[in-house]
Structures are given as C-alpha cells and as structure tokens.
C-alpha cells in the first residue's frame, strides 16, 4: 500500500537555525497537509496546500515558516529560524481527490530545538 | 469555529474486556466527517475509524464500534476485546463535509491502558 515518507524522522538542531522537514505524499493525492505535535499535547493544525499554493494556514503558522512543493513530488516544510518551543514532532499528511478519502499520515519527523 | 473535546485524559481496560472513550464536538455544519486516530509509542497516526454523518448507522470496524450521536453531537469509540496492542493514546477529531480540502480538527487525546 502506498504511503506517506518522511524524512528525517529526527532532526536536532541550534535555535536559530534553519531546518527543512521533507515529506513524499502518495503519488495521486492532491491535498498536503503539516501538522504538529508538541510531546504530550494534541495534534495541531499547521498549514494545507492544494493546487500550488496554501490553501488554509494556523496562528502558529506565522513568518518563520514556509511550504513548498518543488519538483511535483516533494512537499516541504521550512523553519526559517528555529526556537526552543518548535521542539515538536511534525507530521506531513495528504489526502486524494475524492471528498471521502481518509488523510494518510508520515511517521513523522521529531524536531529538536537546542 | 469547530472544536472536538476529549475529557478523558486516561482510561484503563483488562485485557479482553470492553472500554469505550468519549468525544464530543461543536459544530454548526450539517455535514461533516468524524474519525479516531490511534496514536503508539511509535508516535504513528493511523486511522481506526471514520464516520460520515450524513449516515445514520454507525460505523463498525472488527473490534472497533462507534456510538454517534449527531443531535447530542457525540461520538464514541467502543474497543470490544481490548488486546495489549491496542494501548495507546487515540484522538478523536472532525474534519468539515464542505471545504474539500478542509484540515483535520484534533482532540486532546485519550491514553489508554490495557492491563493483562
């Protein structure tokens, strides 16, 4: 069965930094979707993207963070300058065109902010 | 704004025994989608369940049941026959009928625990 790739599934990096959290959705899906989950918290909503563009984003989702969708395969997420609280486990989603297909999740990449 | 409550922090079960976490949600949609997630040690989202609530039966999964409840604006998970591999913290969540692309609305989350 096709699946969601993330990569890598842990980073560790300096506040400050810049980090890019990589994600293969599943060939024929049309919907992307970041997540993020601080440990022990709920999952939490950060950004959608849909034919190109962000289609919905959240608060958290503020200047510090982009998406991008490269080379038709690869969707992207980029923390321009990271600090301790983007400490979380993020998860890359996507979802096909059909209004009833469920959402696939990654496994997720752990991001440490030291 | 859509919400989803989950107001069990923890639940225990015994092992083969039944247990049945709670969720509730607000809304003003008249359709929409409902789904839990299992959520291991291994941090993996995957999906247990799902509803759509323009169904009026509810949605069965093997050892997995829901009870929904759209005027009361409920929907619980019954986990019939817990195994050791069903512990781990499940997240009930809402995703709208009408934005096609429309995000995933998450719970707090519910651990649970099945003791042998």
């Known amino acids: 069965e096709p699946e969601v790739t993330q990569t890598p599934s842990h980073q560790v990096t300096q506040m400050g930094q810049e980090v890019i959290l990589r994600c293969v959705p599943i060939s024929n899906h049309l919907y992307f979707y970041w997540y993020r989950q601080i440990l022990g918290q709920k999952v939490e909503f950060l950004v959608s993207?849909?034919?190109?563009?962000?289609?919905?984003k959240s608060e958290i989702f503020d200047d510090q963070f982009s998406v991008e969708r490269p080379d038709g395969s690869n969707f992207t997420l980029k923390i321009r300058s990271t600090k301790l609280e983007d400490s979380a486990m993020y998860f890359c989603?996507?979802?096909?065109?059909?209004?009833?297909?469920?959402?696939?999740f990654g496994n997720g990449t752990r991001l440490t902010v030291t | 704004a859509q919400t989803v409550t989950q107001s069990q922090p923890e639940m225990s079960v015994q092992e083969a025994e039944t247990v049945t976490l709670s969720c509730t949600y607000d809304t003003s949609e008249s359709d929409y989608y409902l789904f839990w997630y299992k959520q291991p040690p291994s941090r993996q989202m995957i999906l247990v369940i799902r509803?759509?609530?323009?169904?009026?039966q509810n949605a069965t999964e093997n050892r997995f049941s829901v009870n929904f409840q759209k005027a009361a604006k409920s929907f619980s998970l019954k986990i019939s026959d817990s195994q050791l591999g069903d512990a781990a913290m499940y997240f009930c969540a809402y995703r709208t009928f009408y934005n096609q692309g429309g995000k995933l609305i998450f719970g707090q989350g519910t651990e649970l625990s099945v003791k042998p």
């Open positions: 989603a996507s979802r096909g065109s059909d209004r009833d297909s469920p959402l696939h």
């Open positions: 993207f849909y034919n190109n563009e962000i289609s919905e």
């Open positions: 509803q759509e609530a323009y169904k009026q």
